[in-house]
């Protein structure tokens, strides 16, 4: 059962395509996978109910052993945010004094226990992210959490309570919380960034360019000590590794020179240039299938959108319903640039950057 969890998450991790998915497509090629390698039978709806009614409401999957529910499964679409629908599932999971609730799109996993007091994000116990956990870490706690064996036996509930309660989980955070400084400080998220530029604003009265808080921070990396070996965990495949110098792919404090994309080159002024050209390159290559870009997002912030006010310094592609975010370092833009490239089949290596 691990096995075959450990090999779907990857696949559906690397699936790019899945990204621009509706809600009835995750739930048919994601969360119904997932739930028949946890030993449900998704074919029987006595046991995994689609659209189980809550009142005047539904709740996308009851799990349910001997007609009582036990689990509350809501989904969504990938580029939704999961916030705005917390309160409403565990509305749904108080009501029928259901144990267990999860909310995802497909890729985070929200586990609840909608019987515990407090607020919603603190009856929050664990995620699950396919993005940045192992997955053999997340197929082990899949399977103490949702497998039916589990579930019937009520030994899932028991297990999520002790992750909520024990020592195991304040273990998990203090090896996390120093990883997780360091992937910020490593490869700092745009939003990030962008709160780090509003603080000192804030502080200064003096708003900073993007290339201050990149000068920052790469001294920061410079003076930051490396992770032990035992803080860095084997599992944590997205442990950042230390850019030096002269990482090719490390382009903070430097300016672009020139970038070669599909064996033409250009001489960009900016970075933001080198952005723009490879957007507008992929909408002239699939404008028809252009909406995969909307999959591109980072924890808070959207890259692409067809609401420019939705965007700091939005640039429109070409003479499309698209907007792209410019406001990014440069890292980020040549990251963002070869992730759009790969939403359309294209390698890394298809553009070249040159910068000193």
Known sequence: MKQALISAIIE??????????????????VIQR??????????????????????????????????????????????????????????????????LSILTN?????????LNEGSWEERRFFTADFFEQDPKAISERFVELLSKEHIASGAAVKHAENLYKSGQRNNILKEAIPRAW?????????LFVELLIETTEKLSGFRPDITDIEKYLQSRIESEPKLSHATRRPEAVT???????GDPNDFINKKV???????????????????????????????????RCLSLRGTKMVYFSLDANGLSQPVQIMDSKYFVETKLNSNSIVKRSRGLMSLFGYKDSDLKVVAD
């Open 257 to 291: 020179r020139s970038f070669t994309l599909f064996n033409e080159t250009h001489n960009p002024r900016t970075w933001k240039e080198l952005l723009v050209t490879v957007a507008e390159e992929m909408y002239k290559r699939d404008a028809k299938n252009f909406d």
């Open 239 to 245: 442990t950042p590794r230390r850019k030096t110098a």
């Open 34 to 99: 997932i739930l028949s390698l946890l030993g449900w039978n998704t074919f029987d709806v006595t046991e995994v109910k689609p659209e189980y009614t809550v009142e005047t409401k539904r709740v996308d999957f009851s799990l349910r052993i001997n007609n009582l529910n036990k689990a509350f499964i809501e989904v969504k679409r990938p580029r939704e945010e999961l916030e705005t629908h917390q309160e409403q599932l565990l509305n749904y999971s108080f009501r029928e004094g259901v144990k």
């Open 12 to 29: 559906i991790r690397d699936n790019r395509a899945l990204f621009t998915l509706d809600e009835a497509s995750i739930k048919n090629g």
């Open 106 to 114: 497909g890729f985070t996993w929200w586990f609840y226990l909608p």
């Open 182 to 190: 360091h992937k910020l400080i490593n490869e700092p998220d745009d």
